[in-house]
């Protein structure tokens, strides 16, 4: 399988935003609730959240056969927004492939440390890939509480 990463654009939201939600619904079962899984997709039909997110972050998307197959974003050079890897295309390689591109940039801008708000579905993927747990928190959306992780990775930039 051969698996491009490149820039998102703005014509990619669509798919982008499918691909988030099944993910979400179909991997993170096994950690979430229903009512939780509900209230994390409820986004996915944000169009201009994601297109502010395309325009303002590092965004990536990974295609294969002219499909997305996984996205991931970087804020300011060392903040993970994004990882995902679509539903069937899991354990492939893709995340990690596109967290090396993140990482790189979050390198070459300088950044010492990323960090990254995880999901107990990801948590081990980070953990395999130099990420430690800073601490277990838990995020409010739609007043519906969803435990995860704040992770860091040290980078290779040295000042």
Request: proline fraction near 1%.
């Amino acid at each position: 399988m051969n698996i491009i990463i490149e820039d998102a654009y703005q014509e990619d939201i669509k798919e982008i935003q499918k691909l988030f939600y099944d993910t979400i619904h179909m991997i993170c079962r096994k950690d979430y609730s229903k009512e939780q899984i509900d209230a994390w997709s409820s986004s996915s039909d944000d169009n201009e959240k994601w297109l502010d997110k395309i325009l303002n972050q590092y965004f990536l998307v990974a295609r294969t056969d002219n499909k997305i197959v996984g996205f991931g974003s970087l804020q300011d050079n060392k903040y993970l927004d994004f990882l995902y890897v679509h539903k069937d295309y899991q354990k492939k390689d893709i995340a990690k492939k596109i967290l090396s591109y993140l990482e790189k940039k979050a390198e070459i801008n300088r950044s010492e440390v990323i960090t990254a708000d995880v999901s107990k579905t990801a948590k081990s993927f980070f953990e395999k890939n130099g990420y430690k747990v800073l601490k277990e928190q838990n995020k409010k959306i739609k007043k519906i509480s969803l435990p995860n992780f704040k992770m860091v990775k040290k980078l290779g930039y040295i000042q």
